[in-house]
């Protein structure tokens, strides 16, 4: 494998949402997870999706939306166990483009600007909206080992904040960039 490929970290609790999120059913009757996965999907088509074991129903749906599965067996400890998880499981890729399931509305276009600045050059990428800093973010073969040993719950952030001087940002006109999805919706009106 020498391209980028894109990792969709779902292999989350889900503690605060009180249920699992990744199931959970947006307006339209598509799972939260399987949304993000086809946005991801739209602009990097080799990706593969992180799951915790015993995820199968997950699992299925992702494989039919054209994602490989991999399960992470210390989901439980973190999202860098997970991101790990998926670094190993592509070992020889150029990059990873890392998104998060619980982030459905990222538009495919985010996705793929922050593609093309890893396929430029740039070491890390991210997106960002109105200034605020969003997802998916880049990461170069570089950072392979780093992201190898990642663990715990927090992800690729203490690499970015290490190396904010090989940080390139690309601005977005998209707000689903910074929204991801905690909580369950407000039950709406009665009518």
């Given at each position: 494998m020498s391209d980028i490929v894109g990792l969709l970290l779902a292999a989350g609790m889900s503690r605060r949402f009180g249920s699992d999120k990744r199931l959970h059913r947006l307006a339209d009757g598509t799972p939260l997870a399987l949304a993000a996965a086809r946005r991801l999907l739209a602009a990097c088509p080799i990706s593969i999706a992180i799951v915790r074991p015993g995820d199968d129903e997950l699992a299925a749906l992702l494989t039919e939306a054209g994602l490989r599965v991999t399960e992470c067996p210390d989901a439980e400890h973190g999202m860098g166990h997970s991101l790990a998880a998926?670094?190993?499981?592509?070992?020889?890729?150029?990059?990873?483009?890392?998104?998060?399931?619980?982030?459905?509305?990222?538009?495919?276009?985010?996705?793929?600007?922050?593609?093309?600045?890893?396929?430029?050059?740039?070491?890390?990428?991210?997106?960002?909206?109105?200034?605020?800093?969003?997802?998916?973010?880049?990461?170069?073969?570089?950072?392979?080992?780093?992201?190898?040993?990642?663990?715990?719950?927090?992800?690729?952030?203490?690499?970015?904040?290490?190396?904010?001087?090989?940080?390139?940002?690309?601005?977005?006109?998209?707000?689903?960039?910074?929204?991801?999805?905690?909580?369950?919706?407000?039950?709406?009106?009665?009518?």
């Open positions: 998926g670094v190993a499981a592509t070992a020889d890729a150029a990059g990873w483009l890392v998104a998060l399931a619980d982030m459905p509305a990222i538009a495919p276009a985010s996705y793929a600007v922050v593609l093309e600045a890893l396929r430029a050059g740039a070491p890390l990428a991210r997106p960002a909206h109105g200034g605020r800093p969003g997802h998916p973010v880049g990461f170069a073969a570089r950072f392979r080992d780093d992201l190898l040993a990642l663990q715990g719950d927090q992800g690729g952030k203490a690499i970015i904040d290490t190396h904010r001087d090989l940080l390139t940002i690309c601005p977005v006109n998209d707000p689903g960039a910074l929204i991801d999805i905690d909580t369950p919706p407000a039950p709406g009106p009665r009518t």
